[in-house]
């Protein structure tokens, strides 16, 4: 069996992979403080597991689709209100990396570790 060869990675690309149109995203993991990249079916499925090495495509499943959930219409208020809280989770966010950076001010702040850390000292922000 002949595997199509997939193009270069970059966020945003879409590709037709034996009749499957796929679309490279990022994992939300990193290595090395790199995003990881990796394309994943229309439905939200990844389209390639790699297990020993051999990397195989995955049928995206008929269900998943079905089980996707839409989001109901909400009022301007509620957008607001939200915006509002964004705007104080992106402040509780820096006030934790900074106080992360000062803590550990030789570790690498592009690492996991350091990332979980400032994902630490935020959740206790907020119970404070």
């Known amino acids: 069996m002949v595997r199509l060869k997939t193009p270069k990675k970059e966020v945003g ?20 403080g790199v995003p990881s990249t990796a394309w994943f ?3 939200g499925e990844q389209a ?18 079905e089980q996707t959930h839409r989001l109901p219409k909400v009022s301007d208020k509620i957008f607001e209100k939200y915006d509002g809280r ?15 950076k000062q803590r550990y ?8 570790i350091f990332g979980m850390i400032v994902n630490s000292i935020v959740t206790r922000l907020i119970t404070i």
């Open 86 to 100: 964004l705007v104080e989770e992106q402040y509780v966010f820096e006030l934790a990396w900074n106080i992360a």
């Open 105 to 112: 001010p030789d570790m690498n702040d592009k690492t996991d």
């Open 41 to 43: 079916h229309i439905n």
């Open 13 to 32: 690309k879409t590709f037709d992979y034996e009749g499957h149109l796929i679309e490279c995203k990022l994992t939300g993991k990193s290595f090395n």
């Open 48 to 65: 390639f597991r790699s297990v020993n090495g051999a990397i195989t495509f995955i049928e995206p499943s008929e269900t998943a689709v």
